[in-house]
């Protein structure tokens, strides 16, 4: 059991590394001992779990599956190891966080900051991204997610909500003599410029009051990978686009972009925070989403 246990752990790092030449450096053991695991373990297996060429390697079906039991290993030997822990022990160990960029600038940095000065033995990993990352196989603890929630086996915790402006350049008005605010199906006629997880067909509900809501229906001719992009975009005058109100806050009062729905109408998506532990939560993670949810309350998105 315990040379099934160590060939478990050498795969995985085979798999993380990429080859059997980077899993020897990073373990500090020669290409045959790794290989002389690797197949040891497939024999117990009965099964193949890599493929590889001289190239590259890639995982089988039961590779894939084997993978995702042996990441489960390796979760629940970190719990182990904190729960062990003297209780009055400060938290220690990696936190990877992903984020969409407006939010780890206003929300998740800072937060993280402030998380490693009481302490300062978590090591971050931030990634700024405005997609959907896949946890499992970018190896994530966490992802800071806007809007619906996909069909999946992660869990989430609601931290708060986003609150998000329909807005573009004085340019774009004069050119296509917009007259703020508009009824909802005339923006079906503008350049709307769309986030690349958002599609072509775009639907996007404003609501007015706390009963009343207005469907605004877009067609994406013009697409971005980050707010940062979009927003470059929208103050180049390429179409309206729906941007963080933190992200513009500046812009709208300099009059280099303009709302164009009423001040009453709001578009708010919520915010979520996703991983993919059950009940063996590492106690730096759990802590680390109280934390972020503590923060989150106490600001406006």
């Known amino acids: 059991m315990k040379t099934e246990f160590h060939r478990m752990q050498v795969f995985a790092q085979i798999v993380e590394s990429g080859s059997i030449t980077k899993a020897a450096e990073q373990l500090d053991v020669s290409k045959s001992v790794i290989s002389h695991h690797l197949l040891g373990l497939e024999q117990h297996l009965g099964v193949k779990l890599l ?89 994530i603890d966490l992802s800071v997610t806007v809007g619906e929630l996909p069909d999946s086996s992660a869990r989430a ?19 296509q003599r917009i007259s703020p605010p508009i009824a909802s199906m005339e923006f079906q006629n503008f350049d709307y410029i769309a986030n690349q997880w958002e599609g072509v067909n775009v639907e996007r509900r404003f609501f007015v009051g706390k009963e009343q809501n207005l469907t605004y229906r877009f067609r994406s001719t ?22 963080p109100r933190l992200a513009i806050e500046e812009e709208l009062k300099s009059g280099r972009l303009t709302r164009l729905t009423p001040e009453g109408m709001t578009l708010k998506a919520p915010l979520w925070i996703v991983h993919n532990y059950g009940l063996q939560m590492p106690t730096r993670i759990r802590a680390f989403i109280d934390f972020v949810k503590a923060k989150a309350e106490t600001q406006t998105f």
Do not use: W
Not at 62 to 75: D, I
Not at 103 to 123: D, K, S, V, Y
Not at 222 to 243: E, F, H, K, W, Y
């Open 222 to 243: 013009r697409v971005g990978d980050s707010v940062p992009t979009i927003r470059m975009m929208t103050l180049a005058g390429l179409g309206v686009a729906c941007l």
């Open 51 to 139: 493929t590889r060429t001289t190239r590259r390697q890639s995982l089988t079906e039961a590779g894939k599956r084997f993978y995702q039991r042996c990441l489960e290993m390796k979760k629940l030997m970190s719990l182990a190891e904190e729960e062990v822990r003297d209780s009055s022990a400060d938290l220690a160990g990696v936190i990877t966080v992903t984020s969409p960029h407006t939010l780890m600038t206003h929300l998740i940095g800072p937060a993280m900051c402030e998380f490693m000065q009481r302490h300062p033995r978590i090591e971050p990993h931030l990634l700024a991204s405005d997609m959907r990352l896949n946890l499992i196989e970018k190896y």
């Open 157 to 175: 915790v609601k931290i708060g909500e986003l609150e998000q402006v329909l807005c573009c350049a004085p340019a774009y008005m004069q050119r």
